[in-house]
């Protein structure tokens, strides 16, 4: 049994760490969202990005499409209806390893 347990160890994934989302800028509709992550190519990567209201409805997602292993950190924008009435987005990033993080950004639209 003593022999087996090393094995169990090395079959076990890894996870990485989830994007860290650097910036947030909202104007005229259209959301600029900076993020970092140790992109390392196909493997693992940040591949998404997205708009929520505080209960989690999902406003708009901005899929990325490919690693940006030489380009950190790096924004990408993406237009995104707001409701009226709306003050306070979360934005909340994912990676092709994690999915979608736990943790929200708080940004202030008005």
């Known amino acids: 049994m003593n022999r087996l347990l090393p094995l169990l160890f090395l079959a076990t994934p890894a996870f990485a760490d989830a994007p860290v989302i650097e910036d947030v800028t909202y104007s005229n509709g259209r959301f600029n969202v900076t993020l970092s992550h140790g992109d390392t190519g196909w493997d693992d990567y940040a591949?998404?990005?997205?708009?929520?209201?505080?209960?989690?409805?999902?406003?708009?997602?901005?899929?990325?499409?490919?690693?940006?292993?030489?380009?950190?950190?790096?924004?990408?924008?993406?237009?995104?209806?707001?409701?009226?009435?709306?003050?306070?987005?979360?934005?909340?990033?994912?990676?092709?390893?994690?999915?979608?993080?736990?943790?929200?950004?708080?940004?202030?639209?008005?």
């Open 47 to 110: 591949d998404g990005w997205r708009v929520e209201l505080a209960d989690g409805t999902v406003l708009g997602t901005r899929t990325l499409a490919h690693p940006h292993v030489d380009e950190q950190p790096f924004t990408r924008s993406s237009n995104i209806a707001v409701p009226a009435g709306v003050d306070v987005v979360y934005v909340r990033a994912s990676d092709s390893v994690g999915g979608w993080a736990t943790r929200t950004e708080r940004f202030s639209i008005r």
